[in-house]
């Protein structure tokens, strides 16, 4: 005889497979370093009051601090996207002729998905799945702009298929483990300069050449990270919480295209020919934690730190499995980034007993080393205004959000060997609006 599931538990499969599709959606942004912060609309303003799980607290919180879902009675599903406009130029000088160079990237809105299930197993453990994404980077310019032999294109797109469990020690100990099983794309395309490369003119001469060979390289990898969780109430009006989301080491594989002018596919058909790759690359690890206080029955404070490892980002491999010139079959790129910091604070006040407001600052810490800046990263440490509004029922919930993001200049030194020419990013801001909707059971 067959046994009809639960309808809690036929709901719990339903979330599962709605996340699951939620998760094929596309993803990436700019952030300090290619890091992402926006893991919910509600976090987007104070991450703090998640990361500590302070008082009325959502699915969403186990972006932050997985040990937050003991919070949550039931099962509860959400469902949410953040949709960012980010804008930057380049401003650079031309290092033969000393003409002023300007390039902007493309205009574009990139939508970062997010879906959560949480499910209360019994009074001590709680099941939680999340799929969202902690990475990407968006920095794109026309193929013919000034600073073409850096870059033209850098897209990173990621990922989280995210299983954590939760313990609820006592009611006032909390501690969380999972995994993040993430999947990680990058493309990066550049043009390289043949007749600079030949002695026919200056090497890397940002003019306009129709001899450029455009180069694109596309490759992924999944791996698992590891996800670490603790909230603690101190007392019944202050609440701490940390988390620890850990490196993961892809060995990216892909394909090496190269696209030759009719003229170099005469002159050199032994070169630039495809082929497959494989590059190292290091998603660092992120140390989280935050404190919220209940500072009056409306008012809820809160104070955030992430400390991210970037120091792992010191450069930029890329193995050819077949030469793409005689004796080159290496594509090497310094980086030495340093570890950075992201610092938050934030505000809850009920409204009344449905509609809170919110608003938070951030200072975010760019890790790029000034000595080795490019044009793939856009901007240098941020601050980022947020404001919130959240309605609260018996079975639903939903929060809308709005951020400003201000990147302050920072300066490019000159590298004609890597087609990086003097200057400075610049203008770079963006804006970023987010909902969230959330359903208990």
Not at 27 to 41: N, P, T
Not at 110 to 139: C, E, I, K, M
Not at 393 to 406: I, L, P
Not at 420 to 437: E, I, L, P
Request: glycine residues 8%.
């Amino acid at each position: 005889m067959e046994h009809d599931p639960s309808p809690r538990a036929s709901a719990l499969l339903s979330s599962l497979a709605a996340v699951a599709l939620a998760a094929l959606l596309p993803s990436a942004a700019q952030a300090a370093g290619f890091a992402l912060e926006e893991g919910s609309a509600r976090g987007n303003v104070n991450p703090a009051s998640l990361m500590s799980g302070a008082g009325a607290t959502e699915p969403g919180a186990l972006y932050f601090n997985p040990a937050a879902i003991t919070a949550l009675p039931g099962t509860q599903v959400e469902f949410g996207v953040s949709c960012i406009r980010p804008e930057a130029e380049v401003l650079a000088v031309n290092p033969y002729t000393g003409e002023r160079l300007v390039g902007k990237a493309h205009r574009k809105v990139w939508t970062l998905p997010s879906a959560y299930v949480t499910h209360q197993l019994n009074d001590s453990l709680w099941f939680g799945f999340g799929a969202f994404t902690r990475y990407g980077l968006g920095a794109n310019f026309p193929r013919t702009w000034a600073g073409r032999y850096g870059n033209y294109k850098a897209e990173i797109l990621s990922m989280d298929f995210a299983p954590q469990l939760a313990w609820k020690v006592n009611d006032r100990l909390s501690l969380a483990a999972g995994l993040s099983i993430r999947y990680f794309d990058i493309e990066l395309a550049q043009r390289l300069d043949a007749a600079g490369m030949n002695g026919l003119r200056n090497y890397n001469d940002p003019s306009p050449s129709p001899f450029d060979v455009d180069q694109d390289l596309h490759g992924d990898d999944v791996h698992p990270a590891l996800d670490l969780g603790l909230q603690w109430r101190i007392t019944d009006d202050l609440t701490f919480g940390a988390a620890y989301h850990s490196r993961i080491q892809f060995k990216v594989r892909g394909d090496a295209t190269w696209r030759k002018p009719p003229a170099v596919a005469a002159m050199a058909p032994g070169a630039f020919n495809d082929t497959p790759f494989t590059a190292r690359n290091w998603n660092p690890d992120k140390f989280m934690a935050g404190l919220t206080w209940q500072a009056t029955e409306r008012l809820a404070l809160s104070g955030g730190l992430t400390f991210t490892t970037w120091h792992l980002y010191d450069d930029l491999l890329i193995k050819l499995e077949d030469e793409m010139l005689p004796g080159r079959s290496e594509l090497a790129s310094v980086k030495e980034w340093h570890d950075a910091w992201r610092a938050s604070v934030g505000a809850d006040y009920a409204l009344d007993e449905h509609w809170t407001a919110r608003a938070g600052y951030t200072w975010d810490q760019s890790p790029i080393n000034g000595v080795y800046a490019d044009y793939l990263v856009p901007g240098d440490n941020r601050s980022i205004f947020a404001l919130g509004l959240g309605w609260s029922g018996e079975d639903w919930a939903f929060e809308g959000s709005y951020f400003y993001e201000y990147v302050e200049d920072y300066r490019v030194n000159a590298r004609v060997r890597n087609g990086v020419y003097s200057g400075k990013y610049q203008n770079a801001d963006g804006h970023c609006v987010a909902f969230s909707a959330t359903r208990r059971f």
